[in-house]
């Protein structure tokens, strides 16, 4: 019997993280009266959130266009692998989750260690 070899993917693990994001809201308005508004919150309104790494993005959207993993957009962690590869030689196996950077950092981390 023929063995079948998995498809093989690589990424420095040093782009399993995350980067902070900062907006700033603009406000909006018709009134005059909110011009004080909009000027003080411009100087002290702030958004911060976090992305995974541009490098760990190309991956997965490359994963995506393969045809190895289904993205899910809506929330994170819900990524769904379609057909098995390793990863920085960790095996994925069919409808197993693939996850964020930086969850992905630990995951790798935990299978290498206890298989």
Same mark, same amino acid.
Not at 9 to 18: G, V
Not at 68 to 95: A, C, M, Q, Y
């Given at each position: 019997?023929?063995?079948?070899?998995l498809s093989d993917f690589?990424? =420095?693990e040093q782009y399993l993280? =995350?980067?902070?994001?900062?907006?700033?809201?603009?406000?909006?308005?018709?009134?005059?009266?909110?011009?004080?508004?909009?000027?003080?919150?411009?100087?002290?309104?702030?958004?911060? !959130?976090?992305?995974?790494? =541009? +490098? /760990?993005?190309?991956?997965?959207?490359?994963?995506?266009?393969? !045809? /190895?993993? +289904?993205?899910?957009?809506?929330?994170?962690?819900?990524?769904?692998?379609l057909k098995p590869f390793?990863?920085?030689?960790?095996? /994925?196996?069919?409808?197993?989750?693939?996850?964020?950077?930086?969850?992905?950092? !630990?995951?790798?981390? /935990?299978?290498?260690?206890?298989?």
């Amino acid at each position: 019997m023929k063995k079948k070899i998995l498809s093989d993917f690589s990424i =420095d693990e040093q782009y399993l993280t =995350d980067v902070q994001v900062v907006t700033y809201p603009k406000f909006v308005s018709d009134s005059e009266d909110d011009e004080f508004i909009r000027v003080l919150a411009g100087n002290v309104v702030r958004c911060i !959130g976090s992305k995974d790494h =541009d +490098e /760990f993005t190309k991956l997965r959207e490359q994963l995506k266009l393969d !045809g /190895f993993i +289904e993205i899910e957009r809506s929330w994170w962690n819900g990524d769904r692998v379609l057909k098995p590869f390793t990863l920085n030689g960790v095996k /994925f196996k069919k409808h197993e989750k693939f996850v964020c950077a930086t969850a992905m950092k !630990g995951h790798l981390k /935990f299978a290498r260690k206890y298989g």
